[in-house]
Nanobody, 124 residues
Framework: QVHLVESGGGLVQTGGSLRLSCAGS????????MGWFRQAPGKEREFVAA????????SYADSVKGRFTISRDNAKNTVYLQMNSLKPEDTAVYYC?????????????????WGQGTQVTVSS
């Protein structure tokens, strides 16, 4: 059974930083493209960042480009999201997701597995 477990969320002030982690088990981690999504109250889940299975290519939503960095460590079966210069509009539940394949994926329906989410709250 596949499990994706996010951690690292919390409360931070505007301009602060957080590093999210997502540990995978029950899957061949290095065969899966990984993504981060977020969902704010009353809004649809939206794409944040994605990375190919090798880590060689990444993609970002325009809203986070230049502030967030996605990376992965296949030896640790973990994907990370470094979030800098956080803004109140970044407040949401952040989810990681996995999709078997060789490219990165930016659409919710493309992903096969999801974590339970971790709350990120940015105070103004």
């Amino acid at each position: 059974q596949v499990h994706l477990v996010e951690s690292g969320g919390g409360l931070v002030q505007t301009g602060g930083s957080l590093r999210l982690s997502c540990a995978g088990s029950g899957l061949t981690f290095s065969s899966h493209g990984m993504g981060w999504f977020r969902q704010a109250p009353g809004k649809e889940r939206e794409f944040v960042a994605a990375i190919t299975r090798s880590g060689g290519s990444t993609s970002y939503a325009d809203s986070v480009k230049g502030r967030f960095t996605i990376s992965r460590d296949n030896a640790k079966n973990t994907v990370y999201l470094q979030m800098n210069s956080l803004k109140p509009e970044d407040t949401a539940v952040y989810y990681c997701a996995a999709k078997k394949g060789g490219r990165y994926y930016a659409l919710v329906y493309e992903y096969d597995y999801w974590g339970q989410g971790t709350q990120v709250t940015v105070s103004s």
